[in-house]
């Protein structure tokens, strides 16, 4: 006899590794953005775009990595040792504070779109209802183009108008 599982789509079972993969896979998305961003305006040979593009691909292995044991502790550590190495380093603080802030620019608008949208909800409405994709993509788009804005005007005060290639 085998065994099936079933899923109990009433009653959803989350394991902790899923809810951290979820949060970085979330931070994820957000430096995503803005390495598409620093690679569309900067390309691709300048430090801007390598110092976001390195923060990225960290996020995305440790949502990938979030199943394995005791991933927290170490995806924890792991994080928080390389965002203090760069930011002590005085050659790489002013390239992470670049990307941090129009990063967390789109984080904080997404939040905002996210919250303003739970109090208008239909209850029981498909999330593909027209309504909530019309206004999940504007609030996609507004954030990128937020989270642009602050690139364009924090990167001349922090590396300077020339390109840093």
């Known amino acids: 006899m085998t065994h099936c599982t079933r899923w109990n789509l009433a009653h959803p079972h989350y394991d902790p590794w899923m809810i951290l993969a979820m949060y970085l ?3 994820a998305v957000c430096f995503g953005t803005n390495t598409g961003l620093t690679i569309s305006r900067y390309g691709f040979r300048d430090r801007l775009t390598w110092m976001s593009a390195a923060i990225w691909a960290a996020f995305i292995v440790c949502s990938c990595c979030a199943w394995m044991p005791h991933a927290p502790k170490v995806v924890a550590l792991l994080l928080t040792g390389g965002l203090a190495t760069l930011l002590l380093s005085s050659t790489t603080r002013r390239l992470v504070l670049c990307v941090l802030a129009p990063t967390a620019a789109y984080a904080a608008t997404e939040a905002v779109f996210i919250l ?6 239909i209850p029981h409405t498909s999330a593909s209802a ?3 994709i019309i206004f999940g993509t504007i609030a996609f788009l507004a954030s990128i183009v937020i989270e642009a804005i602050v690139l364009a005007r ?7 108008q020339i390109a840093s290639a």
């Open 25 to 27: 896979a979330l931070a």
């Open 116 to 121: 303003l949208s739970r109090p208008t909800s």
């Open 130 to 132: 027209i309504p909530n």
């Open 154 to 160: 924090i990167r001349p005060v922090l590396l300077g």
